[in-house]
């Protein structure tokens, strides 16, 4: 059964740090890439960080580039959000997301995601 599970969201100040993870379990991940989005009521879900699991490359859009950081650990099967200097605005669910397969492009939108998580809550107060 493919599973990814999420914890590590909980509540924390403003500028603070927090790191989320993500079981990935069930199916070969090695070739895919994973994702993290986060989405907040009556807004659409939005990705904050990807990595193509086979060689650790990574993309940020602008507004997490430089705080947050993407990585997996390849004994463990897990990939994790490390989020540093947290703002107000990143309170938000934050999902763990899978994209079978490889792509030549990184794939930024929920659409193109196969596998979620169930999310985790992050409130950032302060």
């Known amino acids: 059964q493919v599973q990814l599970v999420e914890s590590g969201g909980g509540l924390v100040q403003a500028g603070g740090s927090l790191t989320l993870s993500c079981e990935a379990s069930g199916r070969d991940y090695s070739n895919d890439i994973m994702a993290w989005f986060r989405q907040v009521p009556g807004k659409e879900r939005d990705f904050v960080a990807v990595?193509?699991?086979?060689?650790?490359?990574?993309y940020y859009p602008d507004f997490t580039k430089g705080r947050f950081t993407i990585s997996r650990d390849n004994a463990k099967n897990t990939v994790a959000l490390q989020m540093n200097s947290l703002k107000l605005e990143d309170t938000a669910v934050y999902y763990c997301?899978?994209?079978?397969?490889?792509?030549?492009?990184?794939?930024?939108?929920?659409?193109?995601?196969?596998?979620w998580g169930q999310g985790t809550q992050v409130t950032v107060s302060s």
């Open positions: 990595l193509r699991w086979s060689d650790g490359t990574t």
């Open positions: 997301a899978a994209h079978t397969g490889g792509a030549r492009a990184w794939p930024l939108f929920a659409y193109e995601y196969n596998y």
